[in-house]
């Protein structure tokens, strides 16, 4: 229990500070929604789609393989600047590659009026790149309050800019004052320039608190961290077409190429609306992987990973319910005219649950070196988000994106877990996962007839909160019975 509430200490000072900052962040969708076109909000999209292929890319897999060797080379101080420097370099190449060819590129993605479009996100990518690995070291080191602090200011630094480019110019402008940065013109390229400034001014709070590592490049270690990298580099990648590629093919694969960017829009508004189970989630990772690692070699370590993924579930599918029955309240934070794509977000919310459990899952194969299986099972996924998204955009729109991202995480999900039971044989509890999963069905389709059966707000916000403190009760009731059957 012990090991279990240091876990959740440190995913709730990652859950909060990241809660705290992105929940602010995310009170720019009602500002980007209003000011923009569906197609412009389609574009922003599209672009931050391409930062996350990128990222994998420049990062290939060091950050995990750091963890990893850390962990079983304790005597080599040379691990972490091994593996920045390596970083560092490529990134820097990255950049400067991108900047010079910025034209085609710009072309080639169909925007060959914005070639500052690629500059931006050259430098976007590879700033983010190289801040991944000191994250990653304070997380190692149980450092989570520095790196919440870190990160935050890296989002209200986006905020605040955001903010001056978005609502300061236009209004100074009104007065007769043209504020510095701003050209007069409102576009979605001020939102690209916020970030850029977030990155850079990142960049030096990262390193300052990295001032007493040691220096050095150790090739041997490079190479075996490389060796150990490389299948991540397509799980990682195989991972970004699962999460992302959507909102990229909607552009290409949708017949009315003049609906298609509005189309991606909606998508895309709608799909942050499963803000609160992305937040949950990649709190949890901040904290579960080095937590994983530190935990591989206690006698205990497979009890202590099914239960970790107990209270995962239950959590998630709190979260769920959360969205779902009160979906009214939610919806308030994109503007009206992105609301025709809400019935995809609890396709979206429990999608975003399996990808979690399967990020559980996945811990099977970083502890046994089988890295290959798992590139493999983030190869099925890509291949299951390609086929069903150039088969189903066509015909069905960003339905058949939110309904591919379902099948697809729901398919690594289960193969995750019968290969783990081959590979790495941990009991977990599916019976349970399985039993709360139906019950929160249940409970959001009567929350949707309780919308159907009564007009009065106040009376369906109390049924759907009595529905809610019914599964957490449900969940508090079995949670105990267990640990009695099973002293734990």
Not at 13 to 38: C, D, E, Q, W
Not at 67 to 95: C, Q, Y
Request: proline share 3%; net charge positive.
């Amino acid at each position: 229990m012990s090991s279990l509430k240091k876990l959740a200490s440190q995913t709730a000072v990652y859950g909060l500070s990241t809660i705290i900052g992105r929940t602010i962040n995310f009170m720019l969708v009602p500002l980007h929604t209003a000011l923009f076109s569906k197609a412009d909000f389609g574009t922003q999209s599209e672009m931050y789609g391409y930062v996350a292929f990128f990222n994998v890319i420049l990062l290939y897999g060091m950050e995990t393989a750091f963890f990893r060797f850390s962990n079983s080379n304790k005597d080599n101080p040379k691990i972490f600047s091994t593996a920045l420097t390596s970083v560092i370099v490529s990134s820097i190449i990255f950049m400067l590659s991108f900047m010079f060819f910025a034209e085609p590129i710009a072309a080639l993605i169909r925007y060959p009026n914005n070639p500052e479009y690629i500059i931006y996100f050259a430098l976007i990518i590879g700033l983010d790149a190289i801040t991944m690995l000191p994250f990653a070291y304070l997380r190692q080191q149980n450092k989570a309050l520095k790196f919440a602090v870190i990160k935050n200011i890296n989002i209200f630094t986006s905020i605040l800019f955001n903010l001056y480019f978005l609502l300061l110019g236009p209004y100074m402008q009104n007065k007769g004052v043209l504020i510095p940065l701003f050209d007069g013109q409102v576009g979605i390229k001020y939102v690209f320039i916020s970030h850029l400034i977030a990155c850079i001014i990142t960049i030096p709070l990262l390193f300052v608190e990295l001032k007493k590592i040691s220096l050095g490049f150790d090739a041997a270690v490079w190479k075996q961290m490389l060796r150990y990298g490389a299948p991540l580099i397509i799980v990682g990648f195989a991972g970004m077409i699962n999460e992302t590629l959507d909102r990229v093919l909607i552009k290409y694969l949708y017949p009315d190429a003049s609906l298609a960017n509005e189309m991606n829009g909606i998508y895309a508004a709608n799909y942050k609306l499963s803000i609160l189970m992305t937040l949950f989630i990649q709190a949890f990772k901040f904290a579960a992987e080095p937590f994983f690692f530190s935990h591989s070699k206690t006698t205990d370590k497979r009890t202590l990973y099914a239960t970790v993924m107990d209270y995962f579930v239950i959590i998630c599918l709190a979260l769920f319910l959360v969205v779902t029955l009160f979906i009214d309240v939610f919806k308030q934070y994109i503007d009206v005219k992105f609301h025709e794509g809400l019935h995809v977000v609890p396709i979206l919310l429990l999608a975003n649950m399996f990808l979690g459990v399967y990020y559980n899952l996945s811990i099977w194969y970083k502890l046994s070196d089988n890295n290959k299986i798992g590139a493999n099972i983030a190869i099925m996924g890509a291949v299951i988000t390609l086929v069903l998204n150039f088969i189903w955009i066509p015909i069905y729109g960003y339905d058949g994106s939110a309904w591919t991202t379902f099948i697809c995480y729901l398919s690594m999900m289960v193969v995750c877990y019968l290969l783990g039971k081959k590979y790495y044989p941990i009991d977990y509890h599916v019976k349970k996962f399985a039993g709360y999963t139906v019950f929160a069905l249940v409970l959001f389709y009567i929350g949707k007839m309780t919308n159907n059966l009564f007009p009065e707000p106040e009376i369906i916000y109390s049924i759907n909160a009595i529905l809610l403190l019914s599964f957490f009760a449900l969940a508090f009731i079995v949670e105990k019975r267990f640990k009695t059957i099973h002293n734990i």
